[in-house]
């Protein structure tokens, strides 16, 4: 079982930057760190998309072209959170940002965080 808890969203003009966290608590850590997590984002009236990825326990990063460049995805193993740093915001990167937990091996992302709304503002 895994429960994630997202924050940092907000209001921010175009051109600004904002992090968000996701805070993961886990039954078992070390399953859990044999996974990755996800950033997702779902604006209004279209369907959810891909962000950005982490695997825990290398480290390796995967981006959407879409935000590549501009966003970082990074993990801290110590407080076992994942943080999505956004720079050069966009009026397109409006959406709530979900952040998601894929096993090891898995082809899914199984458990997901309540959301958090980043709007971005001209």
């Known amino acids: 079982q895994v429960q994630l808890v997202e924050s940092g969203g907000g209001l921010v003009q175009a051109g600004g930057s904002l992090r968000l966290s996701c805070v993961c608590s886990a039954r078992t850590f070390s399953t859990f760190a044999m996974g990755s997590m996800g950033w997702f984002r779902q604006a209004p009236g279209k369907e959810r998309e891909y962000v950005a990825s982490?695997?825990?326990?290398?480290?390796?990063?995967l981006y959407a072209d879409s935000v590549k460049g501009r966003f970082t995805i990074s993990r801290d193993n110590a407080k076992i959170s994942v943080y999505l740093q956004m720079n050069s915001l966009q009026l397109e990167d409006t959406a709530v940002y979900y952040c998601?937990?894929?096993?090891?091996?898995?082809?899914?992302?199984?458990?997901w965080g309540q959301g958090t709304q980043v709007t971005v503002s001209s």
């Open positions: 982490i695997y825990w326990s290398t480290g390796d990063t």
């Open positions: 998601a937990h894929r096993a090891g091996g898995a082809r899914e992302y199984k458990y």
